[in-house]
């Protein structure tokens, strides 16, 4: 089985070029003439800005923008996505990130609006005309014309992108969306209560065109574990962790391109926020107006270092720097053990599993899990110190732009598999042992924005996929460890239905 994605349909045709007052050389690709189609459904092209250099180097700013770039297929670690040779998907589950928006309200009011106030406001933008790279300025306009109407909300191209992504999941498994529930209406798509993951689930079933059920799942506060926004729900949480770290490395690469702007520009008087914004705006522009120049301002190397501003406060934030962000994650993967190790309908009638949340809940999955952990094989290793705020660490595993894209997601698939051989054996602490699980045929595997990431700790079936006996031991070992939702996040004993566990799904 092909799987195909909507980052593969995205097409793009010709060049054109621009002008630089910054090393490199910028090429933007055109979108495609004709529309491409999954399963039916039209899919968006965001234009793609690439940065083109000697010997055919080529840098696609949109896919180093972390939570602000469209979706692209994650490049994992070159594992083939399709099901090894004999096996084929009997479940899977999947948690995505909702799509497309305008902007979320912390970027905005921090970073957005307070420069394109101040650009709107300055009465010498004639300026900007002598500089090739930031001549759009004369003219520009804010793309946020209504903010009430507007942050927070999903595009239009938001919409078309879930629901070409509807497309990917009916190509990629057609024998799951078969089933009798599936087909009788009674199947069922969970987001959480936001409006950007309800219209962003609402588009996903109009692209899945089978009738799906919609079930919107609240996002109090006092909904412990039972939620699919634990970070809401969790009063220990804390977003701004990761604030001053990814502050320190802000404060260190803006410094030259404050100084390079203000040469161009010195009345505008660059700021910190002015050159974050701007940087921003490369991928919110793109998603509401399908092309920017803003992506033609800066050079590789520094989005690169806005890249990893990003990563800095999301590994602080949601990521292996905050010490409870397993505890967060760990709900929804036991939920996915129960889901895809049951052999029993009558609790989960479903074969495929699909819920939209916010940008957090992937990450804290994937940190329970013990994926993209800079510090995985080294276990000695403070992982901490692995993140410094004063150089960037190209080798990281954490890289969020391969995580939390619009869309991004993570699943778990329940590979059944013929002929199969154990390659290797983990010491079973389940009733669910290895030698019976080779027996059985059944593998698991996580893929994150359509790859296949293996887990470190278990390794042992095809394609590098984990026997379920042995992924049932290693969810019990990381359970052990940070099952304590109620404890982490010091949730007491006047919230009722305190919970460590999810049970959503539950038919």
Request: with cysteine.
């Amino acid at each position: 089985m092909y799987r195909c994605s909507p980052v593969a349909l995205f097409a793009l045709a010709s060049l054109a070029g621009s002008a630089l007052a910054a090393p490199g050389n910028r090429v933007v690709e055109e979108s495609a003439v004709e529309p491409s189609f999954v399963g039916g459904v039209s899919v968006p092209h965001h234009k793609r800005q690439i940065i083109g250099g000697p010997s055919g180097y080529r840098f696609d700013v949109l896919q180093h923008l972390a939570g602000i770039s469209p979706y692209f297929d994650s490049p994992g670690v070159q594992l083939d996505p399709n099901p090894p040779d004999g096996c084929s998907v009997a479940k899977a589950t999947y948690l995505v990130r909702h799509s497309n928006i305008y902007a979320n309200d912390f970027d905005y009011e921090t970073y957005l609006s307070p420069f394109l106030s101040k650009l709107a406001n300055y009465t010498n933008r004639g300026v900007f005309a002598n500089t090739p790279d930031l001549a759009f300025l004369t003219n520009y306009t804010s793309p946020i014309t209504n903010e009430t109407e507007q942050i927070e909300k999903m595009t239009p191209s938001g919409g078309q992108a879930a629901a070409a992504f509807a497309g990917v999941i009916k190509q990629t498994y057609p024998q799951l969306l078969n089933s009798s529930v599936s087909q009788s209406g009674a199947f069922r798509i969970w987001a959480a209560s936001a409006s950007r993951d309800v219209d962003t689930a609402k588009a996903f079933i109009q692209g899945l065109g089978n009738n799906a059920t919609l079930v919107v799942v609240n996002e109090g506060e006092n909904d412990s574990a039972d939620s699919l926004t634990p970070h809401i729900s969790c009063p220990a949480y804390d977003a701004a962790m990761g604030s001053v770290p990814s502050g320190a490395w802000q404060q260190k690469y803006t410094a030259p391109l404050i100084e390079r702007f203000n040469n161009v520009a010195p009345g505008f008087n660059f700021t910190l926020t002015d050159i974050v914004g701007m940087q921003q705006l490369c991928g919110y522009d793109t998603v509401i107006r399908n092309f920017t120049a803003f992506c033609d301002v800066f050079t590789a190397d520094e989005w690169l270092s806005f890249e990893y501003a990003n990563d800095l406060m999301y590994f602080y934030s949601i990521g292996y720097g905050n010490p409870i962000a397993p505890q967060l994650g760990m709900p929804w993967v036991r939920n996915a053990l129960d889901i895809l190790s049951a052999n029993d309908t009558q609790i989960f009638n479903q074969t495929l599993y699909v819920s939209f949340t916010h940008r957090e809940e992937p990450p804290l999955i994937l940190t329970a899990l013990g994926l993209f952990n800079n510090s995985a094989y080294y276990p000695s290793l403070d992982v901490n110190s692995t993140m410094p705020t004063d150089r960037i660490n190209h080798q990281r595993a954490w890289k969020t732009s391969e995580i939390l894209p619009f869309l991004g997601h993570v699943g778990i698939e329940r590979l059944q598999c013929t002929n199969t051989t154990l390659e290797s054996t983990s010491p079973s602490t389940s009733d669910l042992g290895a030698e019976d699980v080779a027996e059985d045929g059944s593998f698991m595997r996580v893929l994150v924005n359509g790859a296949p990431i293996p887990l470190p700790e278990c390794q042992d079936g095809p394609g590098d996929s984990c026997a379920l006996g042995s992924f049932a031991d290693y969810i019990a070992q990381r359970v052990a460890l940070y099952g304590d939702f109620i404890g982490a996040c010091g949730i007491n004993d006047t919230i009722t239905n305190r919970t460590d566990l999810l049970s959503i799904y539950n038919a």
